[in-house]
């Protein structure tokens, strides 16, 4: 199982950056998959994250209206729509996943290598 996470970048407040995730040595579309991001000084936190078991998507509080997640299955990729950025997401961005079927419960065992978005002027 590898994810492979890639897309960040520099971006000014108010602008956008997508983010992917690229499964391999699974099929993403029938486990749970999420993205997190960790600042520094802060605790990891779920961003947004999609669940095998409906496809139902679910955002934090401080992401929603703004980010959007969804998976291309032919491609096996997973995505991370991030728009009208705040300096507040400035983190490092991982992919994970789990073989459950809810991303809201269990423990994520397989994790991307991270990918940096800094919003800043």
């Known amino acids: 199982v590898q994810l492979q996470a890639s897309g960040g970048g520099l971006v000014q407040p108010g602008g956008s950056l997508r983010l992917s995730c690229a499964a391999s040595?699974?099929?993403?579309?029938?486990?749970?998959i999420g993205w997190f991001r960790q600042a520094p000084g802060k605790e990891r936190e779920r961003v947004s994250c999609?669940?095998?078991?409906?496809?139902?998507?679910h955002h934090a509080d401080s992401v929603k209206g703004r980010f959007i997640i969804f998976r291309d299955n032919a491609k096996n990729t997973l995505y991370l729509q991030m728009n009208s950025l705040e300096p507040e997401d400035t983190a490092v961005y991982y992919c994970?996943?789990?073989?459950?079927?809810?991303?809201?419960?269990?423990?994520?065992?397989?994790w991307g290598q991270g990918t940096q978005v800094t919003v800043s002027s």
């Open positions: 040595g699974f099929t993403l579309e029938h486990y749970a």
């Open positions: 999609i669940s095998s078991s409906d496809g139902s998507t």
């Open positions: 994970a996943t789990h073989f459950g079927s809810s991303c809201l419960r269990g423990e994520y065992d397989f």
